[in-house]
């Protein structure tokens, strides 16, 4: 019997197994609801674990929130790392945002509770591509019309606001009968235009 019991028990995840389980559960939720209205309690439920182990692994709430946060900008930051180029990794980063909605969502919801000023300073996938614009640039031996800064600034507001409000945007405009393919690949083409100003003279 005791065999049997034990048997039907869920097998022990490791430590980064549970932190990385945490850190979705946490993103999953803060893009659900206001950060104030998500508890410890309700991040252990979701990702099946101890409360206690939230505070062992990350001490707080608040670390956990810049743990999710961190994971899907690194996951931005590899695309933007792996580009060929700039001006042809348009589409791959404009991807790659699209697919962490969640994240978009927690910075929204983050800013709009007054949380975001807690959050860490900087954003290494932004600083990556102005790095990038700016390598490429003295390569071609051009200086862009426009400081890359500003242009990454304007690509990533385009990029994070069709995220978020894209199919009402859509909506607004009378595009939301056209297929999400030739929408998002039009937009690919503005980014690409937009990228070129920060390299191109």
Same mark, same amino acid.
Request: proline share 3%.
């Given at each position: 019997?005791?065999?049997?019991?034990?048997?039907?028990?869920?097998?022990?995840?490791?430590?980064?197994?549970?932190?990385?389980?945490?850190?979705?559960?946490?993103?999953?939720?803060? #893009?659900?609801?206001? *950060?104030? $209205?998500?508890?410890?309690?309700? =991040?252990?439920?979701? %990702? /099946? @674990?101890?409360?206690?182990?939230?505070?062992?692994?990350?001490?707080?709430?608040?670390?956990?929130?810049?743990? #999710?946060?961190?994971? *899907?900008? $690194?996951?931005?930051?590899?695309? =933007?790392?792996?580009? %060929? /180029? @700039?001006?042809?990794?348009?589409?791959?980063?404009?991807?790659?945002?699209?697919?962490?909605?969640?994240?978009? #969502?927690?910075?929204?919801?983050?800013?709009?509770?007054?949380?975001?000023?807690?959050?860490? %300073?900087?954003?290494?996938?932004?600083?990556?591509?102005?790095?990038?614009?700016?390598?490429?640039?003295?390569?071609?031996?051009?200086?862009?019309?426009?400081?890359?800064?500003?242009?990454?600034?304007?690509?990533?507001?385009?990029?994070?606001?069709?995220?978020?409000?894209?199919?009402?945007?859509?909506?607004?405009?009378?595009?939301?009968?056209?297929?999400?393919?030739?929408?998002?690949?039009?937009?690919?083409?503005?980014?690409?235009?937009?990228?070129?100003?920060?390299?191109?003279?």
């Amino acid at each position: 019997m005791a065999a049997e019991a034990g048997s039907s028990r869920r097998p022990r995840r490791s430590r980064e197994e549970v932190c990385q389980t945490l850190v979705e559960a946490a993103a999953a939720l803060l #893009a659900e609801r206001a *950060s104030g $209205r998500v508890t410890v309690r309700d =991040i252990a439920a979701r %990702a /099946d @674990v101890n409360p206690a182990l939230v505070h062992r692994y990350f001490g707080a709430k608040q670390r956990l929130m810049r743990a #999710a946060m961190e994971k *899907s900008l $690194r996951t931005i930051t590899t695309e =933007i790392d792996e580009m %060929a /180029d @700039v001006l042809q990794g348009a589409e791959d980063v404009f991807r790659a945002t699209l697919a962490e909605k969640e994240l978009i #969502a927690f910075l929204a919801r983050s800013s709009l509770d007054g949380v975001l000023p807690d959050l860490p %300073a900087g954003n290494p996938a932004m600083t990556r591509l102005v790095q990038r614009f700016e390598a490429e640039g003295e390569e071609r031996g051009t200086r862009g019309r426009h400081d890359p800064h500003v242009v990454v600034a304007c690509l990533s507001c385009l990029a994070m606001g069709y995220a978020l409000f894209g199919q009402f945007i859509r909506r607004g405009m009378g595009l939301d009968g056209e297929p999400d393919e030739t929408v998002e690949a039009a937009i690919v083409e503005i980014m690409r235009d937009m990228a070129g100003s920060a390299i191109h003279e």
